[in-house]
């Protein structure tokens, strides 16, 4: 692919090409990192993660190089000293992903290297999107029968980081991949090790983030993957966000499943339910014991 001289991409693109000859798309580029597709040659496409991006947003280019850029001015790039610092939180993520790599349900890394100004490291592709790309091109009348298993898959994943030492702390709709079916975390971008804190005191509010981390982010416990999981399958099952006076049920949808999706939205972390407690109700749910029960989730509204 060719990007505009300009584009602020165009530099991290060229050194990626040195290992990966064919850049195939950029799929993203933040304040923080790059996302690429890229190749070698006889090897199937990979999304390459590099540790560089840049503040500087893009103004009067076409759309399509414009790729995830933020705003339409330009703005001063980051210091040394904040570019040091994202290099280290960058490495710090690389490291997470390599321990949880060989997890059921979580994406991998499959490779991973250095140059003089940045770091990076390969994922698999998944082409079928993510979470959100599911629930906005599925059918209403199947929407559900057809979530429910990834977000079910996405719940072993997250136990299986937690068994691990690993809190997720940013589990949303972009961040759960999807292939034929199923359902795979990635983005460690903002998670930490249990044993360390990690992050600013305080973060929020946003939909999917558990109160907790408007007091202490820093340290947010397994507990925080657990009621943002539950957000997500609040908003599949009753295509709404959780609300105090929400439905508490409603008719052909799996009481079981809502009770605990309740249950993990408590406001207080030591009052939930665990990953696994969620991790089963979704697969009861995906797999219904009975014809009537199949049928019954099949054609949930």
Known sequence: MKLHPLHPASWVLDQLRDHYRQIIDLLAFTRSSTLVLAARPGSEPVVVKAGFGSNHVLEAL???????????????????????L????????????????????????LDEGSYDQFDWY??????????RTLIDTEPRTTRIATCLPVLADAAEGLNELH????????????????????????????????????????RGPEVHWPPEYQRDYAN???????????VLTYRVLFADLPRLDGPAHQDGLPRALI?????????????????????DALRAATHPRTKEDSDRIIHMT
């Open 220 to 230: 947010a416990t397994t507990a925080a993957d657990v009621f943002s999981l539950a």
């Open 122 to 131: 390969t994922m698999p592709h998944y082409p079928g999107g993510n979470l």
């Open 259 to 279: 009770d605990v999706v309740r249950a993990a939205l408590a406001y207080a972390p030591a009052s939930r339910l665990t990953m696994p407690d969620l991790r």
């Open 86 to 109: 994202a290099r280290a939180d960058f490495r710090y993520e690389r490291d997470l992903t390599r321990a949880g790599s060989g997890a059921p349900h979580v994406v991998p890394l």
């Open 62 to 84: 076409p759309v399509d190089e414009q790729k995830a850029a933020y705003g339409f001015y330009w703005y001063q790039q980051m210091t040394p000293a904040e570019r040091g």
């Open 163 to 202: 068994q691990r030492g690993i809190v997720h702390r940013d589990v949303y709709q972009e961040n759960i991949l999807t292939s034929e079916g199923r359902g795979y975390i990635t983005d460690l971008g903002a998670a930490r090790h249990s044993q360390s804190p990690r992050g600013p005191a305080h």
